[in-house]
């Protein structure tokens, strides 16, 4: 148990963290808009929501050097207990596969169902896009194909997942790092992206298992963002194009499974 109570108290100051930052962010980006003149406390909302994605890119990367600063004063070897392992170039394509094709599957079931979070950063990226173009969709692709992949990867598996395992098992590890996954997820989506990030999680937690490396599950976690690009303009996808895709995808994941079951045991053979 104590090493479930050490894993939650780092998910804590990690959440903690990204809250906190997230708002003395937005009390600066208020004070830059008061500054530039909005005195309508409505417009200097506006403002600070138009800014969003900025704030989030910039607490991004302080947590994961918070973190860092943390385990180094703490005189940790952070390659070691974050399992920063080479990987072989094969596990890194399986990894990708199964958890792109378990991400499409998730976005398919949800494409009608709007997420709070995701339209307020899509706003902000307009709005940068507005001021410099493209700066708003190079800073999205930053955010959901490094930032977010390197501090959640972190701290989930790179933390939560190690600390857990040490005193318990693998499948208590990835159980527990898969909750608290979905609930940090509550405040972006509610209860839906809770679900759906938990499960997501499985997913990362049987990668990091299997292949031992936190490189791999970062490099999976930023394949399965890709469906949110690829799908950011909501094509017409109804009918048989919709069913035909979850049948392909079902299909992918469960051969990507079984490969990666058949490798694994042939390697600790």
């Not at 008061?34 to 994605?53: Q, R």
């Not at 394509?93 to 398919?108: M, P, T």
């Not at 194909?145 to 857990?164: F, H, K, S």
């Not at 990835?174 to 759906?196: K, R, T």
């Amino acid at each position: 148990m104590k090493g479930i109570w050490k894993a939650i108290a780092y998910f804590v100051l990690y959440f903690g963290l990204t809250m906190i930052l997230q708002m003395l962010l937005s009390i600066v980006f208020c004070a830059i808009g008061a500054a530039k003149g909005l005195n309508d406390e409505t417009l200097i909302m506006e403002f600070a929501n138009n800014n969003i994605l900025g704030m989030t890119l910039i607490s991004g990367v302080l947590t994961v050097l918070v973190l860092y600063l943390v385990f180094k004063l703490r005189k940790k070897q952070v390659k070691q207990e974050w399992k920063l392992n080479r990987f072989d170039s094969k596990n890194v394509v399986l990894a990708s596969v199964i958890a792109f094709s378990f991400s499409f599957l998730f976005v398919l079931c949800t494409y009608n169902t709007p997420i709070e979070n995701s339209l307020m950063i899509s706003k902000s990226a307009i709005y940068y896009n507005e001021i410099v173009p493209l700066l708003g969709t190079i800073m999205m692709v930053v955010n959901l194909l490094i930032i977010a992949p390197i501090a959640e990867e972190i701290a989930l598996r790179g933390i939560v997942y190690t600390r857990v395992e040490k005193t318990t098992n693998a499948t208590t590890a990835i159980i527990i790092s898969s909750i608290l996954f979905g609930l940090m997820h509550i405040m972006a989506g509610g209860i839906v992206l809770v679900i759906g990030a938990a499960l997501m999680a499985l997913v990362f937690g049987y990668i990091f298992y299997k292949f031992k490396s936190l490189w791999v599950c970062i490099i999976a976690h930023s394949v399965a963002n890709l469906p949110d690009f690829i799908l950011y303009n909501k094509p017409d996808i109804s009918g048989g194009i919709f069913w035909g895709l979850v049948i392909f995808f079902v299909c992918v994941f469960i051969i990507g499974v079984c490969i990666i079951q058949k490798t694994t045991k042939s390697d600790n053979a």
